[in-house]
Antibody
């Protein structure tokens, strides 16, 4: 059974760095073709793909946010991470991690329930 | 980036009705279109991938069609447990989502 769970700080101040953790089970990031992605949804707005990391450590970033994002993984502990620098109120959102299966394109077959992150002074 | 225009934003239908939701891509995405269901407080669930392939474990009343720029999700006979928000995702290039359709029972 594939499960993913996100964790984060809950609330942080503008200009700080947001650090998110995705803990997963039921699959391994050392398996050929498997990737983990981050997606977010600001309240009342649509979903936005942020970043993806794959089994061989390749990474992809949303071009509109690329300069602020860093994705990484700890394969032995079944975790993936996302850092977003210089946050502001526009980064307030529910953040999801999801598994991206093998297949050559980035899509998401299993998702976590999401974690709410609020940026406020 | 590829823009996805989803319609309608809101849909109210009766149990047993045939329901359709549409997504239109701003450029050709071949068949790289997925449909998801998200119930309140739950993780999104993959229903359909690559335009018309039913994900394992999803009821057969859900189906997808289309290619190129125009895609449709169909629920052949609406059930009470189908109340949810549905959204599309294109993965022909870096992924972008439709804005969602909130489905309720009349």
């Amino acid at each position: 059974q594939v499960t993913l769970k996100e964790s984060g700080p809950g609330i942080l101040q503008p200009s700080q760095t947001l650090s998110l953790t995705c803990s997963f089970s039921g699959f391994s990031l050392s398996t050929s073709g498997i990737c983990v992605s981050w997606i977010r949804q600001p309240s009342g707005k649509g979903l936005e793909w942020l970043a993806t990391i794959c089994w061989e450590d390749s990474k992809g970033y949303n071009p509109s946010l690329k300069n602020r994002l860093t994705i990484s993984k700890d394969t032995s502990n079944n975790q993936a991470f996302l850092k977003i620098t210089s946050v502001d109120t526009a980064d307030t959102a529910i953040y999801y991690c999801a598994r991206s299966p093998a297949g050559g394109t980035i899509y998401f077959d299993y998702w976590g329930q999401g974690v709410m992150v609020t940026v406020s002074s | 980036d590829i823009q996805m225009t989803q319609s309608p934003s809101f849909l109210s239908a009766s149990v047993g009705d045939r329901v359709t939701i549409n997504c239109k891509a701003s450029q050709n995405i071949n068949r790289y279109l997925n449909w998801y269901q998200q119930k309140l407080g739950e993780a999104p669930k993959l229903l359909i991938y690559n335009a018309n392939s039913l994900q394992t474990g999803i009821p057969s009343r859900f189906s997808g069609s289309g290619s190129g720029t125009d895609f449709t999700l169909t629920i052949s006979s609406l059930q009470p447990e189908d109340v949810a928000t549905y959204f599309c995702l294109q993965h022909n290039s870096w992924p972008t989502f439709g804005s969602g359709t909130k489905l309720e029972i009349k």
